[in-house]
């Protein structure tokens, strides 16, 4: 299903400050339509996983509003905009004394849902992320930073939330296990029609998991495109990405 017109989540006139001397976001207005995979670009520090946070309200705006399905964060209960977020990062975040049922099955047992129900939630989630049944009895330690990953998305699958808020989840894995998540993902996201905000500094992730690329600098939103905008962009923040990513293909050949 391609992604509405409509606005899933909205930054209008948005910054974060640390104190009066520092901000981290400076006069961000931005729409996330629903189903579409938005990618926030940039290089470190310059102001992506704040952005991020701003939506599940591990931060809130210094200025400006952001608005969830049409309403302020602000005005959420808290608990209730969380459950209908979830949340994917780079660490993922897994309780090592816990096994891979109990880990994806966290939330779900949480909202009172019952043991066979929960196990039955597992099962689905491990299959979707292409794990099998067996994996629920195993603990983190003993996967594969892929297939962590897997667990982690599972998870963050599981109550179904609407929208999925994604940190370089691909960033610490190896090329051939990045690349093959990076296509299941996509697989994926046929399927769930997700709202997803994805953050990323590799413009080739960002081109290839894209319905549009938002670029950052500096705290400033600088450029929005398609992916196939992104690469006619003249832009000079844009151009750098270019260049440093057409480098980088050209020694690889």
């Given at each position: 299903m391609p992604p509405t017109d409509d606005a899933v989540i909205e930054f209008r006139d948005v910054a974060y400050r640390v104190d009066q001397d520092r901000g981290l976001l400076h006069n961000l207005n931005l729409?996330?339509?629903?189903?579409?995979?938005?990618v926030l670009l940039g290089r470190s520090?310059?102001?992506?996983?704040?952005t991020l946070k701003l939506v599940n309200r591990l931060l809130d705006p210094s200025a400006g509003q952001?608005?969830?399905e049409g309403r302020p964060s602000t005005e959420w209960d808290l608990i209730r905009l969380r459950r209908r977020i979830g949340y994917v990062i780079q660490e993922v975040g897994l309780f090592p004394h816990f096994t891979v049922e109990r880990n994806v099955g966290l939330v779900c047992s949480i909202e009172g849902w019952s043991p066979e129900r929960i196990r039955a939630r597992v099962e689905e989630l491990l299959a979707l992320v292409g794990l099998d049944r067996q994996f629920a009895r195993r603990y983190p330690r003993e996967l594969s930073g892929g297939q962590r990953q897997r667990v982690g998305v599972a998870r963050a699958l599981?109550?179904?939330?609407p929208i999925l808020l994604m940190d370089e989840p691909f960033g610490a894995l190896d090329p051939v296990t990045r690349a093959e998540l990076q296509r299941e993902f996509l697989a994926l996201q046929q399927k769930l029609n997700k709202t997803i905000l994805f953050v990323t500094h590799d413009l080739r992730e960002a081109l290839l998991l894209g319905t549009r690329v938002a670029l950052f600098e500096a705290g400033r939103l600088v450029g929005l495109y398609t992916p196939a905008e992104f690469l006619r962009a003249t832009e000079p923040y844009a151009a750098a990405y270019l260049a440093a990513f057409r480098t980088e293909q050209t020694s690889r050949e």
């Open positions: 729409e996330v339509r629903g189903g579409e995979i938005l520090g310059s102001g992506k996983t704040t952001v608005r969830i599981a109550a179904d939330p």
